[in-house]
């Protein structure tokens, strides 16, 4: 008689108390084992990287934690789990919360497939292309996305939304969701850039109205929210002050604007940035948020051109009209209500 016999042929009464919590003890841990993948840590910990701050490399990465290059290679290959206070500090460098790896290293392909399915939308909706737009309408009917997610996919499907009820409603409930106090919704407070987003997509659709001081408010409301140094946070901003700049031209507002834009703008074209991401391209870099910041640069080249020559044309008015080229504040607070 072996041990592993002695659940089916003793009496119950008889059996020993300490076989009874083996098997479900057991079953955890195999639960727990399998929902943890390196690998998605790896990716994780990757796109985090080359997204939240697409000018840090590697190196600068591993000088910033403490360890070599090719450690956190191995880290970001999913071919070494890092120790938690290691991956505490990757995250304090990259400038995300811990827990925003960890989750998303437990769950499942699907989110991460959303998250590039959401960069490749941008990208096309950058470079002017039609993007499959069938997974984020999936994803928004589950309606068991995180409120950041969520808010995300709304504004997205709003822009590209040809029907004005739905078009207005998905925009609204957008706008519901970053607005502390509107409609009880969790305001995502603690990703600005989020906010900056949707109210640029809801002030291009005020515009699309005719509602041109909609449109200014909404955009007003967005720039003094995008105050992130990412990739596309900074493109976000540029492109929020553009848009004020060209609906209140002629004004100092309208100078300040265009200043910020130009400031933005240059930074996103920054020909090392280029060379990284054309770089990663031919390298193990995640391909879809390469796509994403190549269509970022791109399209920061043409409207860098397009504020630069706005630019001066308000200054050669403005120098007609005082004989004086004004140089405003273009800090974020002077010209927003």
Known sequence: MTELELPERRPSSEQPVFL??????????????????????????????????????LA?????VGCSVALLSKVENGVVVPSLPMLSAIANAIGVPLWS?????????P????????????????????????????????????VEMRTRILALLAAYDQDPVSRASRIADAIALVTP????????????????????????LALTRSDAAEATTLWGRGLACATGTGMWQTMVRARLALNLARLIEGSNTSTAALT????????????????????????DGPA?????????????????AEVVGRIAVSSVRRDALTDQVVRPDVSHSRHLR
């Open 60 to 64: 600068a990465l591993a000088s910033a």
């Open 20 to 57: 009874a919590p083996q098997p479900p003890v057991a079953r955890r841990t195999r639960q727990v084992r399998q929902a943890f993948d390196p690998r998605l840590l790896g990716t994780s910990v990757r796109e985090a990287r080359t997204t939240r701050r697409p000018s840090l490399t």
């Open 288 to 304: 879809t948020g390469t796509v994403l910041a190549l269509a970022i640069i791109a399209t920061a080249r043409g409207l860098l």
């Open 181 to 204: 106090g509107r409609m009880g919704a969790n305001p995502v407070s603690h990703t600005p850039d989020v906010r900056a987003e949707v109210l640029m997509t809801a002030g291009e």
């Open 111 to 146: 989110t991460g497939h959303l998250e590039a399915q959401l960069q490749h939308v941008h990208a096309s909706r950058l470079l002017g292309w039609r993007p499959d737009l069938t997974p984020l309408v999936d994803a928004e009917r589950l309606r068991n996305l995180d």
């Open 260 to 283: 910020l834009a130009r400031e933005s703008l240059e930074l996103v074209s920054d020909p090392a940035i280029v060379a990284r991401c054309e770089a990663n391209l031919e390298g």
């Open 101 to 109: 790896l960890m989750d998303d290293a437990s769950r499942a392909g």
